[in-house]
T-cell receptor, first 115, second 117 residues
């Protein structure tokens, strides 16, 4: 069975601090996809990144970086020099299927960046 | 429009009423997904369409929930005899689902917030 755990329910940081959001997943498949989505107060889910199970290379995109470690089944997300606009709920998700069905989301981490 | 649209954005229903939620996917997107997001939770998969075919409805919580996509574009999620536990945000997503070998990301709509009194 698939499962995604985000142990941090809420995190508060002061602007310009770095923050890491944790994600641990469970799957029996050897081929799977991991995602991070941002959900601002407007409610729409915004795609941030996709990673497939064969690509463990870490990725950096501006202030965002992702650390994928299959050995610990983790896919953590770090925001460097956080900004108030980063305040949102962040979801980690797992898909075992090629076309995206059976998308399993974690419970989310609410990030508040204070000025 | 450029993105996935959903209507209405907000719906209040009395317990026992039937409701219909609409999703307009991105033009040309083959796959369409419905999710239910309870307050403070992550979205949970309800059902999946490829064109007009409903390929997976394993997430529908009861037989009061019904989804259709008769012409392979617009989809409607219908909930009959609504109950308070149906209160949630219902999200729709679409993806291109081509055969190029690349994973097709899901694009989400803004959701419909359903409140059952």
């Amino acid at each position: 069975a698939q499962k995604v755990t985000q142990a941090q329910t809420e995190i508060s940081v002061v602007e310009k601090e770095d923050v890491t959001l944790d994600c641990v997943y469970e799957t029996r498949d050897t081929t799977y996809y991991l995602f991070w989505y941002k959900q601002p107060p407007s409610g729409e889910l915004v795609f941030l990144i996709r990673r497939n199970s064969f690509d463990e290379q870490n990725e950096i995109s501006g202030r965002y970086s992702w650390n994928f470690q299959k050995s610990t089944s983790s896919f953590n997300f770090t925001i460097t020099a956080s900004q108030v606009v980063d305040s949102a709920v962040y979801f980690c998700a797992l898909s075992e299927a090629y076309y995206g069905q059976n998308f399993v989301f974690g419970p989310g981490t609410r990030l508040s960046v204070l000025p | 429009g450029a993105g996935v649209s959903q209507s209405p954005r907000y719906k209040v229903a009395k317990r026992g009423q039937d409701v219909a939620l609409r999703c307009d996917p991105i033009s040309g997107h083959v796959s369409l997904f419905w999710y239910q997001q309870a307050l403070g939770q992550g979205p949970e998969f309800l059902t999946y369409f490829q064109n007009e075919a409903q390929l997976d409805k394993s997430g529908l919580p009861s037989d009061r929930f019904f989804a259709e996509r008769p012409e392979g574009s617009v989809s409607t999620l219908k909930i009959q005899r609504t109950q308070q536990e149906d209160s949630a945000v219902y999200l729709c997503a679409s993806s291109l689902a081509g055969t190029s070998g690349d994973y097709n990301e899901q694009f989400f709509g803004p959701g419909t917030r359903l409140t059952v009194l």
